[in-house]
């Protein structure tokens, strides 16, 4: 009969190392395989998000841009997506904005009108809790449509401002909102260059997604 290996601190650590060794590489041949999957969702999403905070009438081009903006002391970059018109003035901007919520991060799209006023949001991705917080992505956040925040301040009512919170959910609530404001201020800083912006090359939102 074969004597039965002795345990010991030094086996169970090659055992772990192993174990870790072909975890890892399993994880590395998944990611390999589904980024490009990944992203192409992603793309997507972002794409439907503009569409949906940027419902303008008339031939639309949009141009990739990236805004760098300070807000309360902490440098940011904010994705965009800039909307012109056929003659190529400028009707307004796609703002990718985030902030941490109740449950983690929250990743929001902020539609704008060339005046600043807030024409759609739209939630890319979120980790809130369902029937609470979740709930930011129906009717709560219909109240900002329309609304410019040069006057509609945007913190939640107990904190005195304009946003109705989500009822057992005012965390989130100020989250969504002040994700929002991070968007309308580095939109605000950065808008004297839109005005002014060249357009080609352009970037055209269509049916199949970006055609560049």
């Known amino acids: 009969m074969a004597k039965k290996k002795e345990s010991t601190l030094i086996n169970m650590l090659v055992a772990l190392l192993v174990i870790a060794a ?94 600043g006023t807030i024409k759609g949001t739209s939630v890319l991705s979120h980790s809130e809790t369902p029937g609470l917080g979740a709930n930011m992505t129906g009717k709560f956040k219909d109240q900002f449509i329309d609304k410019n925040p040069a006057s509609y301040r945007l913190t939640v009512s107990k904190d005195g401002g304009d946003v109705d919170a989500i009822t057992a959910a005012t965390i989130t609530s100020r989250a969504f909102s002040k994700a929002v404001d991070k968007a309308y201020k580095a939109f605000e800083a950065n808008k004297a260059q839109f005005m002014n912006h060249k357009i080609s090359p352009i970037t055209k939102i269509m049916e199949g997604g970006l055609d560049k």
């Open 22 to 115: 072909v975890s890892g590489g399993v994880l590395g041949l998944v990611y390999g395989v589904t980024k490009d999957t990944i992203a192409e969702v992603d793309q997507k999403k972002n794409e439907a998000a503009i569409k949906a905070v940027l419902p303008l009438e008339g031939e639309i081009t949009f141009k990739a841009d990236t805004l760098k903006y300070n807000y309360e002391g902490v440098d940011l970059t904010f994705p965009c997506n800039l909307a012109f018109d056929a003659n190529g003035n400028f009707k307004g901007a796609a703002v990718k904005t985030s902030e941490s919520g109740f449950g983690g991060k929250i990743d929001m799209m902020v539609g704008f009108l060339a005046d």
